[in-house]
């Protein structure tokens, strides 16, 4: 389970960015955090494995408190935490398989890392990411030829490959489009079910967050507005939320395409497959 309890950040500029805001997200549950732009989401986000320091407030995982740990140990705290990105942050001259791989930097040594060296175990775990998303044709592409839903997945792969206790997602659809964002946050909740996992998905696109989300949380200027289930998104939650407009095409049912092939059938098959040898190691 994560607890925040009275997490609270103040930038140097005065701007309070989060007021003192308590959460708990049990084991297992999927999560959306929704707001208009400056509501605190990915504060929020970057505050639980403090890529954005706290003011003030703690933040539990499970017994662990993060708020407090030195270098050492939050480095170690933060393999139980994988992130996805919104611009992705894959290493663009590298391979596909080289930036899931990185997702153990964690756990092995500086040198096996910087010699690509890595146990067979890693690569045998990396291959089967891929093959679950539907890249394992193309292990040997570089980040910087692949499109970006493409990107996404391996972000995913690389959030996974840490064998994570919880994800944090931070606007994983801001760059797709409609269709290619769906088959992402799809591909997002059922890995989550998967492997039991917890996930706080920060996304601007409310029909989305209602799709796929078990619970919604609301922010409005660094403070909890909302928390419910996605029913509760009434026309008067929403203007609580985000202001006055018509709310009605929002929140309004919409039907999934559950027919559409997902990118990685459509990006064509049997791309050369990397040397698993090579990538554990072995001479």
Known sequence: MLRLQNLKKQYKTGDLALKGVDLEVPDGQIMALIGPSGAGK???IRCINRLVEPTGGKVFLNELELSNLGAGALRRARRRMGMIFQEYALVERLSVMENV???RLGYVGFWRSYLRKYPQSDVDEAFRLLGRVGLDH???KRADELSGGQRQRVGICRALAQDPELLLVDEPTASLDPKTSRQIMRLICELCKERKLSAIINIHDV???QMFAERIVGLKLGEIVYDGPP??????????IYGEEDWEAT?????EDENGESEGEADGHLAPILDRDRMAGAT
């Open 138 to 140: 193309m292990v040997d």
């Open 231 to 240: 029913d509760g998104l009434t026309s008067d939650v929403l203007t609580e």
């Open 42 to 44: 990915s504060t929020l």
């Open 251 to 255: 929140i309004r049912k919409v039907d």
């Open 101 to 103: 791989l990185s997702g």
């Open 207 to 209: 029909m989305l967050a």
